[in-house]
């Protein structure tokens, strides 16, 4: 007997994008697994935003469909969606006079009832969610009081508090130190290896080789690439994609890619 074909977390229905007259994704047919970390590469412009708005729901793309859960994500209802699926956007909101605290409990209100209040256990899980961000004994900061990076993790920690299924982060290291971006990706991919599914936008290749299980790529003239990250993210393609040579390094255990900056030109 056959086993039968799992249904995919997230899948985009031969998706096409575009941004006025440009087209950003053509016909994009992409299943996404449980257990699956994807990164999301490409020039600035080239559609990652775009790509992951249309993946939530929030916006409708020019053709095609995204399914959740094998439904129409934009048949869905909001709360339906919310308890599902997260997005991480690129730039948190000022927030208004609210606490740490308040600002991560609202990652609880698709699971709440209407008219209810938090419960003990919702506070536990954001406070939970706080301290995994490196912000325990920050809950009762003002959230206008953080600075760029605090407020970015508050985000993070928001999202976790909202404890979905799928995970769209769109550049979620913006404004992140090198240790925090670093404890970032860690606990994505912790979250994938769990059975949840991740998909981030990133700008950095070797990040996405180190942590991701998967890649796709945005060419910014609706061309799409994916697959698994060392298949995917080769020197060629990567060269392709950013316009600048790359090569590949290896020190006998990692591979990574470096720009082959050419030489300078002759005086």
């Known amino acids: 007997m056959s086993t039968p074909t ?22 994009l047919a992409l299943p996404l697994y449980p257990g699956q970390c994807w990164a999301l590469l490409g020039q600035n412009g080239a559609g990652k935003t775009t790509l992951l708005h249309a993946l939530a729901g929030i916006l409708a793309p020019g053709a095609g469909m ?8 934009r048949a869905l209802p909001a709360r339906v969606r919310a308890r599902r ?71 993070l920690a928001t999202l976790l508090t909202q404890n979905p299924n799928v995970l769209l982060l769109d550049e979620p290291l913006n404004h992140l130190d090198l240790k925090w971006q670093g404890c ?5 991919r912790a979250r994938a290896d769990e059975g949840g599914l ?5 700008h950095d290749p070797n990040l996405a080789l180190r942590h991701c299980t998967h890649a796709l790529t945005l060419d910014g003239r609706g061309g799409w690439q994916a697959g698994e990250v060392d298949t995917v993210l080769s020197a060629e393609t990567l060269s392709r994609l950013y316009g600048v040579p790359m090569r590949a390094l290896h020190d006998g255990q990692t591979r990574w890619m470096a720009p082959d900056t050419p030489p300078a030109p002759h005086a």
């Open 85 to 155: 699926l997260g997005l991480l956007t690129q730039d948190a909101s000022e927030g208004f006079e609210e606490t740490v605290l308040e600002a991560a409990l609202a990652g609880r209100h698709p699971h709440i009832d209407r008219f209810a209040g938090e419960s003990d256990r919702d506070r536990e899980i954001a406070v939970a969610a706080l301290r995994r961000c490196g912000l325990a004994g920050f809950e009762t900061r003002r959230v206008q009081s953080l600075s760029g990076g605090e407020r970015r993790r508050l985000a």
């Open 198 to 202: 991740v998909l981030l936008s990133l």
């Open 66 to 73: 995204v399914r959740l859960d094998g439904a129409d994500i």
């Open 6 to 27: 799992p249904t995919p977390r997230l899948e985009a229905v031969n998706l096409s994008l575009a941004r006025g007259e440009r087209t950003l994704a053509e016909t």
């Open 184 to 188: 970032l990706l860690h606990q994505l």
